[in-house]
Nanobody, 127 residues
Framework: QVQLVESGGGLAQAGDSLRLSCAASGRTFSSAGMAWFRQAPGKEREFVAGITGSGHTAYYQASVKGRFTISRDNAKNTVYLQMNSLKPEDTAVYYC????????????????????WGQGTQVTVSP
């Protein structure tokens, strides 16, 4: 139902900013809850930020709250993650997630078997 492609990752220095984009296709995007997860080498994939289908509610992992901002533009079928004040511990592959088999107002903090994923985009932050 949904296909996702992330972009915008790359190399950054501590304190820099990056903006990730997740371009979605599929008829259910506008009513799907969306989220960003990340996975560092040797670690489990972890929740970063989420946004409800309407875009009215955004929520974050504590370590990124105040630094990252998730947003969506349903007219462009795109969700964004603005990352400011980057830290080396933000280094990871960042994945976009769409949940279409649940209420669009459901908070997405753990993966579900039916979720859709993008291919990931690498973010590397040097000290």
């Amino acid at each position: 139902q949904v296909q996702l492609v992330e972009s915008g990752g790359g190399l950054a220095q501590a304190g820099d900013s990056l903006r990730l984009s997740c371009a979605a296709s599929g008829r259910t995007f506008s009513s799907a809850g969306m989220a960003w997860f990340r996975q560092a080498p040797g670690k489990e994939r972890e929740f970063v930020a989420g946004i409800t289908g309407s875009g009215h509610t955004a929520y974050y992992q504590a370590s990124v709250k105040g630094r990252f901002t998730i947003s969506r533009d349903n007219a462009k079928n795109t969700v964004y993650l603005q990352m400011n004040s980057l830290k080396p511990e933000d280094t990871a592959v960042y994945y976009c997630l769409a949940r279409v088999d649940d209420s669009p107002e459901t908070l997405i903090t753990t993966p579900s078997r039916s979720d859709y994923w993008g291919q990931g985009t690498q973010v590397t932050v040097s000290p």
